[in-house]
């Protein structure tokens, strides 16, 4: 490994501890001042953050997504979905229906852009990054009702993201016609949706089994974290193999742990104890990865699309809310905490540039990544503003 990529490492280690004095003056959430860490020490302005760091910012994004998911199943015992599964259900597939729509709609309407195109925008917006919106409950210890509704949510919505997005690709592929050699493209893209989540979910379920068993062969508890984090990551380097879904995987393998292991072995516990590194680093790259002078040059489909998505997903959350008869805080909050959208939204907009290369899919790229600028900057705070007029963190 070049040693710059170690010193840069350790800079950004240094950068992050050293601004917590900042944080705790300012109020912000740690999340997005880690992303502005990276906006200052990226390409886009003093550029003290190497290329080749940039560009292998992949390895401690997918492992600190597998940490992230790994904790979030921690929630979600049986007793605890059958409580409240239905109504996490609802609300996600409500509000990313009618992001869906308005987005679609709205940019179809005012700025006049093809069919294909316009679902495509749509299908994206409905995506949600989930990191950032956990992250936020975790560093100001939010608990109740609503951060229940919104831990599900979020996670929930990761999976029926991908299936919009691979649905209305494959629909947007044959209204175009020669952007896919298949003779159904439909059918092929919901088939490949529901192996990457349901593979994800199956991999995770029988990974968190085995990893259940462990305690019962290996007796020294000195080797815990080794197992745990060796389970964690192998589940994650299967899911890039196979193409299948790391949170979701990661998230099942939290899940069946959460419900299979009945001893005192503190599996989420020892990750708790190595993960902030992870997240440092993380945030600090998405930031240094983000082009904020894209911003600058954002076009009319982009400043539409980004009204569009934060008013469908606020409008959707609520009527899901309404329509399940949740609790005020629910109904008017839980918006706020959804508007969060980074790598997997990048990475339909990635696949929609190269097969869509002369029909839109240069400037769907273009917008999706300068909007993320925002929505990576401002949905911690949101998060952080919701969970606070729910009422389930102090400062």
């Known amino acids: 490994m070049d040693i710059n990529l170690i010193l840069d490492i350790g800079i950004i280690l240094l950068a992050a501890s050293l601004g917590t004095a900042i944080i705790e003056f300012i109020r912000l959430p ?16 003093f550029n ?4 080749g760091l940039i560009g292998s910012s992949d390895i401690f994004t997918n492992i600190a997504l597998s940490f992230i998911a790994f904790e979030l199943g ?34 179809f309407l005012i700025v006049e852009i093809s069919i294909p195109i316009a679902l495509i925008y749509g299908a994206i917006a409905c995506a949600t990054a989930p990191a950032a919106t956990i992250l936020v409950t975790k ?40 952007g896919s050699t298949d003779t159904n493209p439909v059918y092929t893209g919901l088939i490949h949706a529901f192996r990457e989540i349901f593979g994800a979910v199956f991999l995770g379920v029988i990974l968190g089994w085995l990893l259940s068993h462990l305690p019962k062969i290996i007796k020294k508890n000195a080797n815990t974290m080794i197992y745990t984090l060796g389970t964690i990551i192998f589940a994650t380097g299967l899911c890039l193999h196979f193409e299948l879904s790391v949170l ?17 072995v503190k599996f989420f516990e020892v990750v708790e104890k190595i993960e902030s590194p992870f997240y440092v680093l993380f945030f600090v790259l998405a930031g240094a990865n983000l082009k904020v002078n894209l911003v600058s040059n954002l076009s009319l489909i982009g400043f539409l699309y980004l009204f569009f998505r934060v008013f469908g997903k606020l409008i959707g959350t609520y009527l ?19 508007l969060p959208q980074a790598g997997v ?25 300068a909007t993320t600028v925002f929505f990576e900057i401002a949905g911690p705070i949101l998060a952080k503003l919701a969970l606070k007029k729910a009422g389930e963190i102090k400062e």
């Not at 003290?48 to 290329?51: A, H, V």
């Not at 995987?249 to 069946?256: E, P, R, T, V």
């Not at 939204?345 to 999706?368: C, D, M, N, Y």
Request: net charge neutral.
């Open 74 to 107: 921690k929630r979600f015992s049986f007793e605890h979905l059958k409580s409240i599964g239905k109504d996490i259900f609802c609300i996600t597939s409500i509000q990313i229906f009618i992001t869906f729509l308005i987005v679609t709609i709205g940019l």
């Open 345 to 369: 939204a990048l990475g339909f907009a990635l696949v929609v540039k190269s097969s869509f290369p002369e029909t839109g899919g240069q400037e769907v790229f273009f917008v999706i990544t």
């Open 48 to 51: 003290l953050i190497s290329p």
């Open 248 to 264: 979701l995987a990661n998230m099942s393998l939290g899940i069946a742990v959460e419900n299979l292991h009945s001893s005192k």
């Open 139 to 178: 560093e100001y210890k939010a608990e109740g009702p609503f951060t229940d509704t919104l831990l599900g949510t979020v996670a929930l919505d990761d999976g029926m993201g991908i299936i919009m997005f691979a649905l209305f690709f494959a629909i947007a592929q044959s209204i175009v016609g020669g």
């Open 30 to 45: 740690r999340i997005t001042f880690y992303i502005i860490i990276g906006i200052f020490l990226g390409p886009s302005l």
């Open 320 to 338: 899901g809310a309404r329509i399940i008869k949740a609790k005020e805080t629910v109904r008017n909050y839980l918006g706020l905490a959804m």
